[in-house]
C-alpha cells in the first residue's frame, strides 16, 4: 500500500508506515495538478495545514481510504466529503498540546512586556526604555475562551505568574472548574473582567468571528487579544478598529485568516500587534510526535481495522478493539447474508444485541452490519459512512440491548423489512473471548441453525421427508459441486426444514435450476460470503 506526504512531516515520524513496509512518498510543494496525479493511486494521505484536501482531491485519489493530519486541526480537510466517500479523517489530538499552549504562554508574556518591540527597537540602534513600559501578569485576570486539553494547560501554566483565571467553555462542569482551580462564567463576563484574552477553539461555523465587533464592545479598555488557534477566531479588521479607537491595548497572533497574511495587512503595521507565522506546534518534540501518531494510527487502521485518532467515525481502544472485532466480522456477514435475502428495497433495519456486547457501545458492529448489507447496493460503503448511505436511501436503522438472555440467546439479532416482508438472521460467537473467537449463523427466520458464515452457500427451504438430503447430494454431486458441510434446522418432524449447505464453487444457472425442480424443495437461493 501506498502513503503520499503532501507537507513537511517528520521524516523521522513516518518510520513506524517504513518499518512495516508501506510505500511512503514525500512531495511537498506540488500544484493542484501535480498533487491530483501524485495521489492518483495512494491509499493513505498525510498533510499538515498547506494542502486542502477538497472534495476534488479526494476524487482524483481513487484507491484513498485514509486522511491523516499530523496536527490538532482539520479545518483544512472536508470531512463531510471524506465521509461520504468512506474516507477515515484522522488527527494527533494531544500532539500539540504543551507546544501550543507553551507559544501561547511566550506571547502572554511577550504582549505584556512588549518583548519584540523592545527588541526591534535595540537592534535598530536605540535606547528607548520609558517607551515600552509594560504591565505585570500578577494578579492580572486571564480569560480563557475554550477550556480544551490546550486551554487547561494554558491555565496552569499562568496560574504560575498569579494570574486569575476565568473561563468560558459550555461543556466544563463545574466540579472540574475546582479541580482546574478556576471560574467557570458565561462568554460576556469573559469580555467584561478580563485583562487578558486568548482563545482556544475550533474553527466551525459557530465560532468564526467569534471575538469580533461585538465582543470588543463588551470589553474592559485596555484588554490584550491572543490568538494560538485558529485564524478566522478572531475578526481582523474589527480588531484593527478596537486597536486604533484604543478598546485593545495589543494582541499577539500566531494565526491568521489568510495565511500568510498579505505584506500590506492593516495588522502588521502597528506597533502594538506581534505576530508570528504559525509557531504554535513548530518545535522538533512536537513535529516528530504528531508525525509518529499519525503514523501509527494510519498503519494500524490499514493493516487491522483499528481505528485511533479517527474525527469521523468513533475510534475504539485497544481493549473495546479487542471484544468488538470479531463481533464486527461477525456483523458484516450477517449483513452481507441478509442482502442476498432479499429481493425488494429495505426499509427498516433492526438490530437487537445480547450477552457481552449488550454492556458495550455496540455502534461500530451496527456499521458493519450496515457495510455488509449494503455492499452491493453502493461501491462506496464501508463503516465510515454506512449510516450515511442508510440515510440517504431511506432505511431506518435502530438497535436494542438485551441485557439478560437464556443460554441460548443470540449475540446479534438482525431484521430486515421490505415492503416483501421481514427476515431475520441471526449469529453468535464460539470460542474463546476476542480475536480467536469465530462467529456462527444460529438462527434464519425461525429456525435454529448452526454454520459458519463464510464462502460459497444454498440456502434451501424443503419439506421434511425422507430422501431429500440424499437427492440434494446427488444432484450436486453428479454436478461436480462437493458439500463441505451440511447443515439442516427445522421447526418439528415432518414440516419445513431449512438448510444451510457450504459449497467449494458457486452454482451455475442449470445446477440452481435442477435443485429447485426437485418436488420436494420449495426454494433455493445461492449465498456468496467468499471476500
Known amino acids: 500500500m501506498k502513503i503520499f506526504v503532501s507537507d513537511d512531516v517528520s521524516e523521522s515520524g513516518l518510520e513506524p508506515l517504513l518499518a512495516a513496509g508501506f510505500a511512503v512518498e514525500k512531495r511537498t510543494g506540488l500544484t493542484l495538478a501535480e498533487l491530483l496525479e501524485a495521489i492518483s493511486d495512494c491509499d493513505g494521505l498525510i498533510v499538515r495545514s498547506e494542502t486542502k484536501v477538497t472534495a476534488e482531491l479526494m476524487d482524483a485519489a481513487r484507491s484513498l481510504r485514509v486522511v491523516g493530519r499530523a496536527g490538532v486541526g482539520v479545518d483544512n480537510i472536508d470531512v463531510a466529503s471524506a465521509t461520504?466517500?468512506?474516507?477515515?479523517v484522522m488527527n494527533a489530538p494531544d500532539g500539540n498540546t504543551i507546544t501550543t499552549a507553551e507559544h501561547t504562554i511566550a506571547l502572554l508574556v511577550a504582549l505584556a512586556r512588549r518583548v519584540p518591540q523592545g527588541n526591534a527597537s535595540l537592534k535598530s540602534g536605540n535606547w528607548e526604555r520609558k517607551k515600552f513600559i509594560g504591565v505585570e501578569l500578577q494578579g492580572k485576570v486571564l480569560g480563557i475562551i475554550g477550556l480544551g486539553r490546550i486551554g487547561r494547560v494554558v491555565a496552569s501554566r499562568a496560574r504560575a505568574f498569579g494570574m486569575n483565571i476565568i473561563a468560558y467553555d459550555p461543556f466544563v462542569a463545574p466540579e472540574q472548574a475546582r479541580d482546574l482551580e478556576l471560574e467557570i462564567v458565561p462568554l460576556d463576563e469573559v469580555f467584561a473582567r478580563a485583562d487578558f484574552i486568548t482563545v482556544h477553539t475550533p474553527l466551525t461555523a459557530e465560532t468564526r468571528g467569534l471575538i469580533g465587533a461585538e465582543a470588543f464592545g463588551k470589553m474592559k479598555r485596555g484588554v490584550r487579544i491572543i490568538n494560538c488557534a485558529r485564524g478566522g477566531l478572531v475578526d481582523e479588521r474589527a480588531l484593527y478598529e478596537a486597536i486604533?479607537?484604543?478598546r485593545v491595548a495589543g494582541?499577539?497572533?500566531?494565526?491568521?485568516?489568510?495565511?500568510?497574511?498579505?505584506?500590506?495587512?492593516?495588522?502588521?503595521?502597528?506597533?502594538?500587534v506581534i505576530a508570528t507565522p504559525h509557531l504554535g506546534a513548530s518545535t522538533k518534540e512536537?513535529?516528530?510526535?504528531?508525525?509518529?501518531?499519525?503514523?501509527?494510527?494510519?498503519r494500524d487502521y490499514l493493516l487491522t481495522g483499528a481505528l485511533r485518532g479517527a474525527v469521523n467515525v468513533p475510534a475504539l481502544?485497544?481493549?473495546?478493539?479487542h471484544i468488538l472485532q470479531p463481533y464486527t466480522v461477525l456483523a458484516e456477514s450477517l449483513g452481507r447474508f441478509q442482502?442476498?435475502?432479499?429481493?425488494?428495497?429495505?426499509r427498516e433495519v433492526r438490530l437487537e444485541y445480547a450477552g457481552e456486547i449488550a454492556e458495550m457501545d455496540a455502534a461500530p458492529v451496527t456499521r458493519a452490519f450496515l457495510a455488509g448489507l449494503l455492499r452491493d447496493v453502493s461501491a462506496r460503503v464501508n463503516v465510515v459512512n454506512a449510516f450515511l448511505i442508510a440515510e440517504e436511501r431511506g432505511i431506518a436503522v435502530t438497535s436494542s440491548y438485551k441485557r439478560t438472555g437464556g443460554e441460548f440467546s443470540p449475540a446479534i439479532r438482525t431484521s430486515v423489512v421490505t415492503s416483501g416482508g421481514e427476515q431475520t438472521v441471526s449469529g453468535t460467537l464460539f470460542g474463546s473471548v476476542g480475536q480467536d473467537a469465530k462467529g456462527r449463523i444460529t438462527e434464519i427466520n425461525g429456525f435454529h441453525i448452526e454454520a459458519i458464515p463464510n464462502g460459497h452457500m444454498l440456502l434451501m427451504r424443503s419439506r421434511d421427508v425422507p430422501g431429500v438430503i440424499g437427492r440434494i447430494g446427488t444432484i450436486l454431486g453428479e454436478r461436480g459441486v462437493n458439500i463441505s458441510r451440511f447443515h439442516l434446522g427445522r421447526r418439528e418432524r415432518g414440516g419445513e426444514a431449512i438448510s444451510v449447505i457450504e459449497i467449494d464453487a458457486p452454482l451455475d444457472r442449470d445446477s440452481l435450476e435442477a435443485l429447485r425442480a426437485f418436488e420436494h424443495v420449495i426454494s433455493a437461493r445461492q449465498i456468496d460470503l467468499d471476500a
Open 286 to 298: 512536537a513535529q516528530e510526535g504528531v508525525a509518529v501518531t499519525v503514523a501509527e494510527q494510519m
Open 317 to 321: 481502544g485497544t481493549q473495546e478493539l
Open 339 to 346: 442482502a442476498q435475502l432479499v429481493d425488494e428495497a429495505v
Open 244 to 246: 486604533k479607537t484604543e
Open 84 to 88: 461520504a466517500r468512506g474516507v477515515v
Open 251 to 272: 494582541a499577539a497572533l500566531d494565526v491568521f485568516e489568510q495565511e500568510p497574511p498579505p505584506a500590506d495587512h492593516p495588522l502588521l503595521s502597528l506597533d502594538e
